[in-house]
């Protein structure tokens, strides 16, 4: 059975999901990259690891990873992929064969977020110091619209404005920040903001709140060597809240759909499809698609998750099918994010199987709809620098255009 990619805060098995590419030639063109499971294998030999080790390390079988090894299957999963690197202690991008094209972007983004690592380790005393009762739902705003660059750019001084204060729109502000931190990948500055929130969450003694932040903890763990705490906390705060109020509702949903993605990249598609009928229940008895405590909860925003939860077992097949089911203009205005997710979910998809025309298509559709996600969200990188990597042909041009505006390329 091929089993699946990872994702971010969100499987099935099928045996023409990624599914598996054949054996490798010994001789091949120097001129093309060195396939990834050669490159797994390399730099698991330099770390003195068995693939016992490995393998049990990023929560998959010694079988798996030794077809990965000899050119048997694919990388499949986000989220193995990686686990992997973290593992192996190199960049993603080491593994995909897009190391230095991948390293100009890199210090592009450290520059947008050392502020926001001042701000949240050192303290900052900005100019101008933000209201922050209006620029915390501007900024949540602003986020689910994907407008990324605007938000990165106020959260310093918004972090500052945010110290020393305890209520529920302080924990909101934290849980902003680090929503923002972790759509771009830096996950260890998502923590800080997310137990900041925490903290204020608990200080507030809302139930909503403690779930929003407790929501924006596991988003952040859950990319993590911690995936298993976060998903103990999902479980454990999706559980004990209760009651009927809107905002209570759709952050029990929320929790369960993380808990979904948990046990997806876990390969457990039945604890997956148990806790996606958990959400779906909530969402029945919100009765509509809303946007509480930015949530974006609701039937519609289940439905999306059906689709990442197939794409993070590795089921391409019921993915696409659960994406043509989705319909996404239920959702309440300004969520571009959600609405790019099911291009996201298919691009990845897609390109797993290496079906690069059809990503490439995906990709662009997300570049129309949200172009600040093409350059920002960490998922839409890695899969442009894998049809990067292997782009020829008459998509060559395409592809290399759209790595060049998203700042993937040189």
Not at 100 to 107: F, G, I, K, L, Y
Not at 306 to 327: K, M, T
Request: glycine share 6%; hydrophobic share 50%; charged share 25%.
């Amino acid at each position: 059975m091929a089993h699946r990619r990872e994702a971010g805060c969100y499987g099935e098995d099928n045996a023409d999901s990624f599914g598996s590419r054949g054996a490798l030639p010994l001789c091949h063109d120097r001129s093309v990259p060195e396939p990834i499971g050669r490159r797994i294998a390399l730099h698991r030999r330099r770390r003195g690891l068995s693939q016992v080790a490995v393998a049990g390390l990023v929560g998959r079988s010694e079988s798996w990873l030794s077809q990965v090894e000899r050119g048997l299957r694919d990388v499949d999963s986000y989220t193995a992929l990686r686990d992997l690197a973290r593992v192996l202690r190199v960049d993603i991008a080491t593994l995909t064969a897009t190391g230095e094209a991948s390293q100009p972007e890199r210090s592009v983004r450290d520059v947008d977020v050392a502020a926001i690592e001042r701000a949240l380790l050192i303290g900052t005393a900005p100019e101008e110091m933000p209201d922050v009762v209006a620029a915390v739902p501007e900024l949540h705003a602003a986020y689910q619209a994907a407008r990324y660059d605007e938000v990165l750019a106020a959260l310093p001084s918004l972090i500052a404005a945010l110290e020393g204060q305890h209520s529920g729109l302080t924990a909101a502000g934290y849980t902003v920040a680090a929503k923002m931190l972790t759509k771009i990948g830096s996950h260890d500055l998502a923590l800080i903001g997310a137990d900041r929130a925490w903290y204020a969450a608990r200080r507030s003694g809302e139930q909503a709140d403690v779930g929003m932040a407790v929501n924006q903890v596991v988003c952040a763990l859950l990319p993590t060597a911690r995936a298993v705490l976060a998903e103990e906390l999902a479980v454990e705060m999706a559980t004990r809240l209760d009651g009927e109020d809107p905002a209570v509702l759709s952050v029990a949903g929320a929790l369960w759909l993380i808990a979904a993605v948990a046990a997806a990249r876990r390969i457990d598609a039945a604890a997956a499809e148990e806790r996606l009928d958990h959400a779906r229940q909530l969402a029945d008895r919100l009765g509509e698609d809303a946007n509480h405590r930015w949530t974006a909860f609701g039937p519609t925003n289940v439905a999306i998750h059906r689709v990442s939860v197939a794409v993070e077992v590795g089921d391409a097949p019921a993915a696409l099918a659960a994406a043509a089911a989705v319909d996404l203009d239920r959702l309440p205005e300004g969520l571009h994010s959600r609405h790019v997710q099911v291009q996201l979910d298919i691009a990845w998809a897609q390109a797993q199987r290496r079906r690069d025309a059809e990503a490439l298509v995906a990709l662009l559709e997300i570049e129309r709809a949200a172009p600040q996600v093409a350059r920002r969200n960490v998922v839409a990188r890695d899969t442009i620098r894998q049809l990067l990597a292997r782009a020829r042909g008459t998509n060559g041009a395409a592809v290399r255009g759209l790595a060049h505006r998203a700042g993937v390329a040189v």
